[in-house]
């Protein structure tokens, strides 16, 4: 599918995608540092970028960290529309679904990186990082496949009254306004939710998966450093 290119500079870009990954990952003992960089960031960005992010980093700030660590898995663990997961959106928990996510590791090797198994490659928190660190093209590319579920993302969160809204909200300010299929898409998403889970289903980190990897990547490949989503 051919995308239409960023209307914003390179540098804001990186910016506004890195900073919504640091607010994005889980809230743990180092969130502090994370939001003094984060509001370093927000302070080169235009207003309706720097708006919806500094409400997350304020809202944060606010926040107690215990009470933040429990809102968030209550978010991000045990709801459907919030997931963080770009392919659960348009796969759910079906077999499907693992083809969209050897699409992502593909695309990772082809910049020379390879994804460690303590995440899943879809995470968006992850996709952000990629796209405003390693490859910007490629990585707006996966954010553009995945507009739709994106947009479900953002209008659940701010339904919710979510801390975490402004962080997606600026994610998809920086995309093209959504047109046509990709609205249809969205209403369907609204209306139905991601697919139903499939019994049975392969797991993801499968041996099969890596071995059909294998020999598609770089001779050299470098670990991408992964969120921790969870705390562990």
Do not use: I
């Not at 960023?6 to 607010?23: I, V």
């Not at 003992?29 to 994370?34: F, K, V």
């Not at 499907?96 to 590791?105: E, I, N, S």
Request: aromatic share 6%; with cysteine; glycine share 8%.
């Amino acid at each position: 599918m051919n995308h239409p290119a960023p209307a914003l500079p390179a540098h804001q870009l990186t910016l506004a995608w890195q900073t919504a990954s640091l607010l994005l990952d889980y809230p743990d003992s180092d969130l502090a540092g994370r939001l003094d960089l984060a509001r370093r960031a927000v302070a080169q960005l235009p207003a309706d970028l720097a708006g919806p992010l500094g409400a997350t980093v304020e809202q944060l700030a606010a926040g107690n960290l215990s009470d933040l660590q429990q809102s968030y898995v209550e978010t991000f663990d045990s709801r459907r529309r919030h997931n963080l997961y770009l392919t659960y959106f348009a796969h759910g928990d079906t077999r499907r679904r693992g083809v969209a996510l050897l699409r992502f590791k593909q695309t990772y090797l082809r910049s020379g990186f390879l994804l460690d198994e303590s995440e899943l490659p879809d995470h968006l928190c992850v996709v952000l990082e990629y796209a405003a660190t390693v490859d910007q093209r490629l990585g707006w590319e996966l954010l553009l496949d995945h507009r739709a579920g994106l947009e479900l993302l953002r209008l659940a969160l701010a339904a919710a009254g979510s801390a975490w809204h402004g962080a997606v909200q600026a994610v998809t300010a920086t995309l093209p306004a959504l047109r046509g299929t990709e609205l249809e898409a969205v209403r369907r998403l609204a209306a139905d939710g991601p697919p139903a889970e499939e019994v049975g289903l392969t797991p993801y980190g499968t041996p099969r998966l890596d071995a059909a990897l294998a020999d598609t990547g770089p001779d050299r490949p470098v670990d991408l450093p992964m969120p921790t989503v969870r705390g562990a």
